[in-house]
């Protein structure tokens, strides 16, 4: 995978597990806000004021943690002001792109690569690179690299440069939402990722067991509710469906999280048409991209084959979402 130590590459550092083989991902380092009007809302550093055409983010086809700031920027029609670069170019030291951002050159091989970022925002950074990464461009520093964060940013803080007034985080629903949110993170976000990258028998297990309780959960809340917090769509439904997009394509079998696939579940597979289906979310992800992307992890598939399947054809079929009340 590699990291950073002391403000420079290294291709060889691992998966970071437990004794017991248990993934532990390492939690974002930059995390400061933008806000309207650049006064601190939140711990962190403030001064990050929202303008126009000041801040990059850098993102991937195959990330989800990426895709829900893909989406969010997108529902709120933000891409004239937020500007994105998707990386393009195959992932040797780190994710790699085309075209540099203004004020960086390219690597020796022509290639820009995220890295060059961090170390710009701190010389002697030791730590992972990771998708998505918002830039300052006026700065010159990263001012987050955590996408719940991110998606908070691109919901709130650019209100006055977007005719969307939808809010995604509304107050009535915040406590259910981040309550959600901690539920699908822990079995389903980051859980197929503890049973994919997982280093013994025993910790996979736990993983998986654990990713199932989480979609089996889902199906039952999804039953009498049309979203995740009620009759309404927010960020824990577009938190969800990263995840439940690619579960099917990729988690099933890269990952081995073979017991069941989303369309054995009958909401969940509905509930997940309805959201693939939501006006400008398939402009927003390349099904194919997300595939390659993860079975390039020579890590978990070592050959580097991309298998020809799975068919995902029933994601274009109408959905029975509409039986269940929806918030006007």
């Not at 067991?209 to 927010?234: C, M, P, S, W």
Request: net charge neutral; glycine share 6%; charged share 25%.
């Amino acid at each position: 995978m590699g990291l950073m130590i002391d403000g420079k590459w290294d291709n060889d550092a691992t998966i970071p597990s437990d004794a017991r083989g248990h993934f532990i991902r390492e939690a974002s380092r930059f995390r400061h806000w933008i806000t309207p009007d650049g006064k601190p809302e939140h711990s962190g550093e403030g001064g990050f004021e929202a303008e126009a055409n000041r801040y990059h983010l850098f993102v991937s086809p195959s990330c989800p943690w990426a895709h829900r700031t893909i989406i969010m920027r997108k529902l709120k029609r933000l891409e004239g002001i937020v500007s994105m670069s998707v990386a393009d170019r195959p992932k040797t030291e780190g994710w790699a792109y085309s075209e540099a951002i203004d004020g960086f050159e390219p690597c020796a091989d022509g290639v820009f690569r995220l890295f060059q970022v961090y170390a710009a925002t701190d010389p002697k950074y030791t730590g992972k690179v990771t998708v998505p990464t918002l830039w300052d461009l006026k700065r010159r520093r990263i001012v987050n690299n955590e996408s719940s964060e991110i998606i908070r940013m691109l919901n709130s803080a650019f209100n006055s440069f977007t005719d969307v007034s939808y809010d995604f985080y509304p107050q009535a629903l915040r406590d259910e939402i981040d309550r959600i949110n901690d539920f699908v993170y822990s079995h389903l976000n980051n859980g197929v990722y503890r049973a994919g990258f997982a280093q013994t028998q025993q910790a996979y297990e736990e993983a998986a067991r654990k990713v199932f309780h989480g979609l089996d959960t889902l199906e039952q809340r999804l039953a009498n509710q049309r979203y995740l917090a009620g009759e309404r769509i927010t960020e824990a439904d577009w938190r969800a469906f990263p995840t439940l997009l690619r579960f099917d394509l990729v988690y099933y079998g890269h990952f081995k999280c073979n017991l069941r696939r989303i369309q054995d579940y009958p909401n969940l597979a509905n509930y997940l048409r309805e959201l693939y289906q939501w006006p400008g979310i398939k402009e927003t992800f390349e099904l194919e991209k997300i595939k390659a992307g993860y079975y390039s992890q020579r890590n978990v598939n070592p050959t580097g084959i991309v298998p020809l399947g799975p068919s995902l054809d029933h994601l274009e079929r109408p959905h029975d979402r509409q039986r269940l009340r929806a918030a006007a």
